[in-house]
């Protein structure tokens, strides 16, 4: 199986009578498929459907739809004056000359004000024309998403081989730890020989005694269980790469699970070295951690 990233990016130039429009696509981590639109106003329909063409392809992330529109230059654009609202300004004006000393208003000052010019295309009440545009841009869109899928799908194949990477990391450190613990009850036996010795010299403990107290603390330190528990988390999480579907939070809830026995063989760890190496896969387990954040 192919694992598909939830980053992404593609660009797409549509071309409708001799105007450029542009459709970018951005998609980023997210515990949830968040859809996020920029479309001019008066694209509601199309927004409809690019929305429904995207929940076919993407399940998780956070996905901005940019839609760029032509330049004000290349539209053939007639231009009106809105006087109503050309009047109201005047009155602004008028009222703050009465509380301010301010010049009157220019005319180039007055045409500057956002909304007094409307610039309308020529084409923008011809209906066969918006429908055909919005046929043209969602020809667009589609071939955007196909492009997006593509570098998704890229980045799913090399995060594909940095998980294996390390799920070779870890069952490493997890041999290197089962060596330790297979050494752990005659050490045990030993170090508490040594830290009772004082005691011996002053007074009578029998062997037996002495053995059912070692017996006690290994038990209380025996991290075997642990170890058996990664090792079953290595292979879910190769059993899971070779499923179709969307696996990133099954492998996220594995994450949690190899982060927890660790802890818990770290809690319970009295030597050195095996402290050493539950160290060592916490932090290949948070680099894990970080890469599944990645995948959809």
Same mark, same amino acid.
């Given at each position: 199986?192919? $694992?598909?990233?939830?980053? /992404?990016?593609?660009?797409?130039?549509?071309?409708?009578?001799?105007?450029?429009?542009?459709?970018?696509?951005?998609?980023?981590? /997210?515990?949830?498929?968040?859809?996020?639109?920029?479309?001019?106003? /008066?694209?509601?329909?199309?927004?409809?459907?690019?929305?429904?063409?995207?929940?076919?392809?993407?399940?998780?992330?956070?996905?901005?739809?940019?839609?760029?529109?032509?330049?004000?230059? @290349?539209?053939?654009?007639?231009?009106?004056?809105?006087?109503?609202?050309?009047?109201?300004?005047?009155?602004?004006?008028?009222?703050?000359?009465?509380?301010?000393?301010?010049?009157?208003?220019?005319?180039?000052? $007055?045409?500057?004000?956002?909304?007094?010019?409307?610039?309308?295309?020529?084409?923008?009440?011809?209906?066969?024309?918006?429908?055909?545009?919005?046929?043209?841009?969602?020809? /667009?869109?589609?071939?955007?998403?196909?492009?997006?899928?593509?570098?998704?799908?890229?980045?799913?194949?090399?995060?594909?081989?940095?998980?294996?990477?390390?799920?070779?990391?870890?069952?490493?450190?997890?041999?290197?730890?089962?060596?330790?613990?297979?050494?752990?009850?005659?050490?045990?036996?030993?170090?508490?020989?040594?830290?009772?010795?004082?005691?011996?010299?002053?007074?009578?403990?029998?062997?037996?005694?002495?053995?059912?107290?070692?017996?006690?603390?290994?038990?209380?330190?025996?991290?075997?269980?642990?170890?058996?528990?990664?090792?079953?988390?290595?292979?879910?999480?190769? @059993?899971?790469?070779?499923?179709?579907?969307?696996?990133?939070?099954?492998?996220?809830?594995?994450?949690?699970?190899?982060?927890?026995?660790?802890?818990?063989?770290?809690?319970?760890?009295?030597?050195?070295?095996?402290?050493?190496?539950?160290?060592?896969?916490?932090?290949?387990?948070?680099?894990?951690?970080?890469?599944?954040?990645?995948?959809?």
């Amino acid at each position: 199986m192919t $694992l598909i990233s939830m980053t /992404g990016f593609a660009r797409e130039e549509v071309v409708h009578h001799q105007q450029n429009w542009v459709w970018e696509l951005r998609s980023v981590n /997210g515990k949830q498929l968040d859809i996020k639109f920029r479309l001019p106003a /008066g694209f509601d329909d199309l927004e409809i459907k690019t929305r429904t063409e995207l929940l076919n392809q993407c399940k998780r992330g956070t996905v901005i739809i940019t839609l760029t529109p032509p330049t004000k230059n @290349n539209f053939k654009s007639a231009v009106s004056i809105n006087y109503e609202f050309l009047d109201r300004v005047i009155e602004f004006y008028k009222e703050i000359q009465q509380k301010i000393p301010v010049d009157p208003p220019r005319l180039d000052g $007055l045409l500057s004000v956002r909304g007094v010019l409307e610039f309308k295309d020529s084409l923008d009440d011809n209906l066969d024309y918006q429908e055909d545009l919005q046929r043209t841009l969602l020809e /667009g869109f589609k071939k955007a998403l196909s492009s997006l899928i593509v570098m998704k799908k890229q980045e799913g194949e090399y995060l594909h081989k940095v998980i294996l990477g390390f799920m070779v990391k870890i069952q490493d450190l997890v041999s290197q730890a089962s060596n330790l613990a297979a050494l752990q009850p005659p050490q045990r036996y030993e170090k508490l020989k040594q830290m009772l010795a004082p005691l011996l010299e002053l007074s009578t403990i029998s062997e037996e005694r002495l053995a059912q107290e070692a017996a006690f603390l290994t038990l209380k330190c025996d991290v075997r269980e642990e170890l058996d528990r990664l090792s079953s988390h290595i292979k879910a999480v190769e @059993n899971l790469l070779q499923e179709e579907g969307n696996i990133g939070r099954k492998l996220d809830f594995l994450c949690q699970e190899f982060m927890r026995e660790t802890n818990t063989m770290n809690a319970k760890s009295a030597d050195m070295a095996l402290t050493k190496i539950t160290l060592e896969l916490k932090g290949t387990i948070e680099q894990f951690r970080e890469q599944v954040q990645n995948i959809e």
